[in-house]
Nanobody
Framework: QVQLVESGGGSVQAGGSLRLSCSASGYVTSRRCMGWFRQAPGKEREGVAGIDRDGTSTYADSVKGRFTISQDNAKNILYLQMNSLKPEDTAMYYC??????????????????WGQGTQVTVSS
């Protein structure tokens, strides 16, 4: 019903920047919540940033002040601008979309749709 494709990952030095993009297709509506998760080897998938149904952006404490989530509604593209990258940001980053019955992006196990991921590697 909804397809998500991420792009923009790569390898950068600490302190560098990347912008991730997520192109959405299929049945995409303004009622959905969308966001980004990440998963490093041996760790659980964790929420990074999300946009709730009312448009409010939220961030994990570890990325506040460094990452910015935004969307281009006309093109159905979700972005994650990542600045001041740290080695601990290294992970596979996944775009997510949810029907969002609560109005907020849910815990990862309840997400409706996932992208295939894009790798971000930050070297020191």
């Amino acid at each position: 019903q909804v397809q998500l494709v991420e792009s923009g990952g790569g390898s950068v030095q600490a302190g560098g920047s990347l912008r991730l993009s997520c192109s959405a297709s299929g049945y995409v509506t303004s009622r959905r919540c969308m966001g980004w998760f990440r998963q490093a080897p041996g760790k659980e998938r964790e929420g990074v940033a999300g946009i709730d149904r009312d448009g409010t952006s939220t961030y994990a404490d570890s990325v506040k002040g460094r990452f910015t989530i935004s969307q281009d509604n006309a093109k159905n593209i979700l972005y994650l601008q990542m600045n001041s990258l740290k080695p601990e940001d290294t992970a596979m980053y996944y775009c997510a979309a949810d029907s969002c019955p609560s109005g907020r992006l849910p815990y990862s196990r309840f997400i409706d749709y996932w992208g295939q991921g894009t790798q971000v590697t930050v070297s020191s």
